[in-house]
């Protein structure tokens, strides 16, 4: 079981490179999750989806898109990267059981966009 | 807006001695609450949750305290060790299940263990 995984590990983009973060969970869960943080600060929802075939934006959705592949896959796409992406992206996953109501976290993708 | 925050940015501690790190909310309908820690080059990892129903709840080592009268939210570690030092985010999550269940999440505060 290896939870929330993540690729790439780190990632260097030329300003206007696209690339697709990838994100998949064994944990039969739900709903996943895509966050950015930014150096010295907590987590900014990007975009989250509730269940297979749908998405919704989060509080930064702006630049970015996402894919949800299947109920194990959730991708994040940047068509066109700006050095304001720059940051350390997370995927996270949670069950709908009441009793678990926690997001685990996959151990995320450096990016840095010159 | 609904905000999660946190008083102290910089805890330095001594090891072996206790730990408190505070949290205030400011969403009253928020029902359920985590402490995550995030070591340097990971991801947060889950810590300890309650819900709104309880005022207290213990792991190991660990205390997580909730006073919904003034939404106040701490994190007790006891004996604090080397390997507690990491930052550590509060989050809540509020009622609202067509929301996607999403979290709020705090600043952090990073504890720092001095031997």
């Known amino acids: 079981n290896a939870g929330v995984t993540q690729t790439p590990k780190f990632q260097v983009l030329k300003t206007g490179q696209s690339m697709t973060l990838q994100c998949a969970q064994d944990m039969n869960h739900n709903s996943m999750y895509w966050y950015r943080q930014d150096p010295g600060m907590g987590l900014r929802l990007i975009y989250y989806s509730a269940s297979e075939g749908t998405t919704d934006k989060g509080e930064v959705p702006n630049g970015y898109n996402v894919s949800r592949l299947n109920k194990r896959e959730f991708s994040l796409r940047l068509e066109s990267a700006a050095p304001s992406q720059t940051s350390v992206y997370f995927c996270a996953s949670r069950a709908e059981d009441r009793a678990q109501e926690t997001q685990y976290f996959g151990p995320g993708t450096r990016l840095l966009v010159l | 807006g609904e905000s999660v925050g946190l008083h102290l940015p910089t805890l330095s501690v001594q090891e072996g001695d206790n730990s408190i790190i505070n949290c205030a909310y400011s969403n009253s309908a928020s029902d359920y609450f985590i402490w995550y820690k995030q070591e340097s080059g990971k991801g947060p990892q889950f810590i300890i949750d309650i819900r709104s129903n309880m005022d207290k709840r213990q792991g190991q080592r660990v205390t997580v305290l909730l006073n919904k009268t003034v939404k106040h939210l701490s994190l007790q570690i006891a004996a604090t060790q080397p390997g507690d030092s990491a930052v550590y985010f509060c989050?809540?999550?509020?009622?609202?299940?067509?929301?996607?269940?999403?979290?709020?999440f705090g600043g952090g505060t990073r504890v720092l263990v001095k031997p």
């Open positions: 989050a809540e999550n509020g009622p609202n299940e067509a929301a996607g269940n999403k979290l709020t």
